[in-house]
């Protein structure tokens, strides 16, 4: 692969809101000749500790990026839908009609399937023209899908004089928009904490109860960061290999008796699997058990404790359930080698992006290592970005 790439480190700073909602409404204004009646946003999300667990029933703990995903939009009478982005040619336009399972393809599946879902659900979507403005970086792992899908919710509830629709309506319409339409067969962590993130906080999330609750993280205190490394490896969820690793735990599950993995008792006896099919099982019950300690670690106010559990999660994705690459790998190889406490791949994995525990100080030299390392190795420069906890989906305008 090329070395392209500068020779300094590439940050990714989020935009400033009011910028930002300026830059939407002046495409959509652009594009459409008139303004939007409003502008709503909601965030990336970066998963701490938890990983490959949610569809299994079980706990993780995401937290929402400062990094945004911004849509304008507007209603319209005749009942056609008008989609386009900031950042992709690609512009759609049809009806609810035009959509279903898999259609529309590309980027206009997560916002015209959220449409579509919340109309399923009973909600009066009328149509709309609608711009997309993202600045969580794509492909990442970052869940830029579910910040688009959680902003369209959010803008259709409005318009359709419905905005204290609920939560779970809007969360259940974001997560059948991404599975039925878009195909990626995902569980529902990171449209939970797109719509409930909290800043200051991690959201621990509790799939299988359908509970969560704010965790504090407060790391600027005790003068630590989160380094979000982006491998420019594109993140896939519609190739098949995470469809796969899911169906792998749901036929486990059905072996052992339970309707999902997190039902089991950590000591298990896994011996009657397949060896595959026990290395799945076993990531998710020793990654259980991690999250767990990350929380205890957070509220005794010893963030520094996350390392090694960050470390752990790391080894057990990518040895038992084989979803890391070598571009993630040489991530978490430098930045601890250059003093991160710990490092792991976050998100579905195949490429995307790594997280680091970092001491403050540090942030400038650990990101500097990453970058030699990649360069070294013939890898595409990485970029780079600070995981402050961030706020929710909201109305911006």
């Known amino acids: 692969m090329s070395t392209a790439g500068t020779s300094q480190p590439v940050w990714l700073p989020a935009p400033a809101d009011a910028e930002a909602a300026d830059a939407v409404i002046r495409t959509f204004r652009a594009a459409f000749g008139t303004d939007p009646v409003g502008v709503w ?8 500790i938890g990983e490959h667990v949610d569809y299994n029933g079980g706990w993780c703990l995401p937290l929402a990026l400062p990094h945004r995903t911004r849509v304008a939009a507007r209603p319209r009478a005749d009942g056609r839908v008008r989609l ?3 950042q992709e040619e690609q512009r759609w336009e049809g009806t609810l009609v035009d959509v279903g399972p898999g259609r529309p393809r590309g980027w206009p599946a997560y916002a015209a399937g959220v449409l579509w879902a919340l109309s399923e659900r009973g909600l009066a979507v009328p149509g709309v023209d609608l711009v997309v403005d993202g600045a969580v970086p794509l ?3 970052l869940s830029s899908s579910a910040a688009l899908e959680c902003a369209v919710a959010l803008a259709a509830a409005s318009l359709a ?16 928009a991404e599975n039925e339409v878009a195909g990626a067969p995902t569980g529902g962590m990171d449209q939970a904490v797109a719509l409930g993130g909290r800043a200051g906080h991690a959201l621990l999330l509790d799939v299988g109860r359908g509970t969560s609750r704010p965790v504090p993280l407060d790391l600027v205190r005790h003068e630590l960061a989160l380094l979000v490394i982006d491998t420019r490896t594109p993140h896939r969820l519609t190739d098949g290999q995470y469809a796969q690793r899911r169906r792998t735990c749901e036929e486990a599950a059905a072996a052992l008796g339970v309707s999902h993995l997190a039902q089991l008792h950590a000591s298990t006896d896994l011996s009657g699997l397949d060896p595959i099919a026990g290395r799945r099982v076993r990531h998710v019950l020793t990654e259980l058990a991690r999250v767990t300690a990350a929380v205890t670690a957070l509220e005794r106010g010893r963030p520094a404790d996350l390392g090694p559990l960050l470390l752990a999660s790391h080894a057990s994705l990518r040895e038992d359930y084989e979803v890391s690459s070598p571009e993630l790998d040489l991530a978490v190889t430098a930045a601890v080698g250059a003093g991160a406490a710990g490092a792991r791949m976050t998100g579905g994995g195949f490429g995307g992006s790594a997280v680091a525990l970092a001491p403050r100080g540090a ?3 650990v990101a500097a290592a990453v970058h030699a390392a990649f360069t070294a190795a013939g890898m595409r ?11 929710g989906a909201r109305r911006d305008r």
Not at 41 to 48: F, Q
Not at 161 to 176: F, G, I, Q, W
Request: one cysteine or more; charged letters at 25%; glycine letters at 10%.
């Open 139 to 141: 492909g990442a792992g």
């Open 363 to 365: 942030l400038a030299e």
């Open 41 to 48: 946003s909601a965030p990336g999300r970066v998963n701490l």
């Open 161 to 176: 004089e419905k905005p204290d629709a609920s939560t779970e309506l809007l969360h259940r319409a974001c997560v059948r």
């Open 381 to 391: 420069a990485p970029r780079f970005l600070e995981a402050l906890p961030g706020a």
């Open 84 to 86: 386009l982005s900031r």
